[in-house]
């Protein structure tokens, strides 16, 4: 978090309350959905807890004792997953998946490195896309299970990969 660099309306607390101009407003939910991404991609947070993440950065600024009240922390999770970066995992709306870059997203950015590295036609497992000598530079390496899983689900439905189980491992074949 030290190293975050923190957008201007951050220090301005105006932004914690919701307007009520509708077209201000929705200036607003924008910056605070980018504001949650690009925080979540540097942290590489990928699930939250809505109450406790309502008194912690980036819905909370201490420097300034402002918070984003809980109604408008729900507003931009629920923006967020009209976009395709939340999704719920209860059906009370206390906890969520977070992602910074949706799961076709982060399918093409595998895709695209399987191709590059001669993957394509071969087995990886999936330690090797995320913890593997050849992915250790890429933005994918130490992505959650979960998310691969989806990510790779995407390529599948694409029939650009299809997700195969082998000796107790799991694996994917590029195409």
């Known amino acids: ?10 220090n301005f607390p105006p932004f ?8 201000t407003q929705k200036k607003q939910i924008e910056g605070w959905c980018d504001l949650v991404l690009l925080f979540s991609q540097q942290n590489k947070i990928c699930q939250l807890d809505v109450k406790e993440s309502s008194t912690n950065p980036p819905f909370s600024n201490p420097q300034i004792n402002r918070k984003l009240p809980l109604d408008g922390v729900y507003r931009v999770l629920e923006e967020l997953k009209a976009r395709g970066n939340v999704e719920w995992t209860d059906k009370t709306k206390s906890r969520c998946l977070l992602m910074w870059r949706t799961p076709d997203e982060w399918g093409k950015l595998i895709y695209k490195w399987a191709s590059k590295n001669g993957f394509l036609n071969s087995v990886c497992t999936l330690f ?10 890429e933005e994918f390496s130490g992505l959650e299970d979960w998310l691969l899983k989806r ?6 439905r694409q029939h650009k990969a299809e ?11 590029f195409f």
Do not use: A, C, R
């Not at 914690?16 to 077209?23: A, D, R, V």
């Not at 997700?163 to 074949?173: A, C, H, L, P, Q």
């Open 1 to 10: 978090m030290g190293n975050f660099e923190w957008p201007w309306q951050y």
């Open 151 to 156: 990510s790779l689900d995407s390529l599948q």
């Open 16 to 23: 914690f309350t919701i307007q009520p101009n509708l077209e």
């Open 128 to 137: 090797e896309i995320t913890h593997g000598d050849d992915s250790k530079s």
């Open 163 to 173: 997700m195969i189980s082998f000796d107790g491992n799991e694996g994917v074949k």
